[in-house]
């Protein structure tokens, strides 16, 4: 059979429109169109008679079962990260065999070609869920899993009746979003990054205020020369505190790098880190700020902010068994901001 180019475009919405949705939620995906098949909802064209298969009552009984599982597991924080990370095989390959049994059998080089987008699509959409989910877990509240499961419910079935009336819209539609993740892939990845490393590290010990702190005066190696770079004037280090970079003026967050303090600046850190394998460093004037330690659910969180209320504002993250590190900086660096004032009362004395 010929298929001409506008019916293998709309053969590709729906392929790769199904793979898309797949990503997001696999079950329910195929337990709807399973439904919209069985009670005749939606008459299927001649080219898309192989979806058909959907429609076997056993099919539908299966999905239903795993789809009513994900409805309260996607709900649950936590709980919700733990089956993603369980569906990271299981969503593209569901997705890509969804886009195969649309194809039925074109071509050979077709439906390797769709079958390799297929794949790659739930992929990028199951990374963007996941990572989305990674995200609102670290809020102590529950319903914004909720929401957002309801959300990605509403979204799967607004994206099955949109392939359902327009292939090619569709398709233009979910080409976009998955651009658009694409071009903000590289900070999401350093969420998930930053949130699974915060996740071990709290399992692996609670916070202690009482442990003993000594800073250590050495950066590791991949820091060790961006602190070199950076240190034109040859000053020697007071402590550095490895730690993960939260919002700040020019510092993106969730890059992993260190907070290097120096015995000839008292009112100034530094901070460095590597941004895509390339050297990064910002130094952090201290004048006029103030600094305070605030623990969170995954980590103990370093805030400077300034004292007049109008200025940069800088945030910098540890892991929740290093509340006592934390605590040891504020400290020293609200002694280091009060030495100039401190001087200016004994010269007023003199």
Same mark, same amino acid.
């Given at each position: 059979?010929?298929?001409?180019?506008?019916?293998?475009?709309?053969?590709?919405?729906?392929?790769?429109?199904?793979?898309?949705?797949?990503?997001?939620?696999?079950?329910?995906?195929?337990?709807?169109?399973?439904? $919209?098949? +069985?009670?005749?909802?939606?008459?299927?064209?001649?080219?898309?008679?192989? !979806?058909?298969? %959907? @429609? #076997? &009552?056993?099919?539908?009984?299966?999905?239903?079962?795993?789809?009513?599982?994900?409805?309260?597991?996607?709900?649950?924080?936590?709980?919700?990260?733990?089956?993603? $990370?369980? +569906?990271?095989?299981?969503?593209?390959?569901?997705?890509?065999?969804?886009? !195969?049994?649309? %194809? @039925? #059998? &074109?071509?050979?080089?077709?439906?390797?070609?769709?079958?390799?987008?297929?794949?790659?699509?739930?992929?990028?959409?199951?990374?963007?869920?996941?990572?989305?989910?990674?995200?609102?877990?670290?809020?102590?509240?529950?319903?914004?899993?909720?929401?957002?499961?309801?959300?990605?419910d509403v979204a799967v079935l607004g994206g099955l009746a949109l392939i359902h009336y327009n292939p090619a819209l569709a398709l233009s539609i979910f080409a976009l979003a998955i651009a658009a993740f694409l071009y903000f892939a590289p900070k999401v990845l350093r969420v998930?990054?930053?949130?699974?490393w915060l996740a071990l590290k709290k399992l692996n010990g609670p916070a202690d205020l009482r442990m003993r702190v000594k800073l250590p005066l050495t950066l590791p190696t991949r820091f060790a020369s961006v602190f070199s770079r950076q240190n034109v004037l040859g000053e020697?280090?007071?402590?550095?505190?490895?730690?993960?970079?939260?919002?700040?003026?020019?510092?993106?967050?969730?890059?992993?790098?260190?907070?290097?303090?120096?015995?000839?600046?008292?009112?100034?850190?530094?901070?460095?880190?590597?941004?895509?394998?390339?050297?990064?460093?910002?130094?952090?004037?201290?004048?006029?700020?103030?600094?305070?330690?605030?623990?969170?659910?995954?980590?103990?969180?370093?805030?400077?902010?300034?004292?007049?209320?109008?200025?940069?504002?800088?945030?910098?993250?540890?892991?929740?068994?290093?509340?006592?590190?934390?605590?040891?900086?504020?400290?020293?660096?609200?002694?280091?901001?009060?030495?100039?004032?401190?001087?200016?009362?004994?010269?007023?004395?003199?």
């Amino acid at each position: 059979m010929i298929i001409s180019r506008v019916e293998k475009l709309h053969l590709l919405g729906v392929a790769l429109g199904l793979a898309c949705l797949a990503g997001i939620n696999l079950y329910l995906t195929v337990f709807i169109t399973g439904l $919209a098949i +069985h009670f005749h909802w939606i008459t299927l064209a001649p080219a898309y008679q192989s !979806l058909e298969a %959907l @429609g #076997h &009552p056993v099919i539908i009984t299966i999905a239903g079962i795993l789809y009513f599982l994900e409805f309260f597991a996607d709900k649950i924080p936590w709980i919700d990260s733990a089956w993603d $990370a369980v +569906h990271t095989v299981i969503r593209p390959i569901g997705g890509t065999l969804l886009a !195969l049994q649309v %194809l @039925g #059998h &074109p071509s050979p080089t077709f439906t390797v070609i769709v079958a390799l987008l297929a794949g790659g699509t739930s992929l990028i959409t199951h990374t963007a869920k996941a990572a989305t989910r990674l995200a609102s877990n670290t809020s102590p509240e529950p319903f914004s899993n909720i929401a957002l499961s309801f959300g990605e419910d509403v979204a799967v079935l607004g994206g099955l009746a949109l392939i359902h009336y327009n292939p090619a819209l569709a398709l233009s539609i979910f080409a976009l979003a998955i651009a658009a993740f694409l071009y903000f892939a590289p900070k999401v990845l350093r969420v998930m990054k930053a949130k699974i490393w915060l996740a071990l590290k709290k399992l692996n010990g609670p916070a202690d205020l009482r442990m003993r702190v000594k800073l250590p005066l050495t950066l590791p190696t991949r820091f060790a020369s961006v602190f070199s770079r950076q240190n034109v004037l040859g000053e020697t280090i007071a402590w550095t505190a490895p730690c993960i970079s939260g919002r700040g003026r020019r510092i993106p967050a969730n890059l992993f790098g260190a907070l290097v303090a120096t015995n000839e600046e008292p009112r100034k850190i530094l901070f460095v880190a590597r941004k895509s394998g390339r050297p990064f460093a910002q130094t952090i004037e201290l004048d006029g700020s103030m600094v305070a330690h605030e623990p969170k659910f995954l980590s103990e969180n370093l805030i400077i902010f300034p004292a007049a209320g109008k200025g940069p504002k800088y945030l910098f993250v540890f892991p929740r068994s290093q509340a006592a590190v934390a605590e040891h900086i504020v400290d020293y660096l609200r002694e280091r901001l009060t030495e100039p004032s401190l001087r200016s009362e004994s010269l007023a004395a003199t």
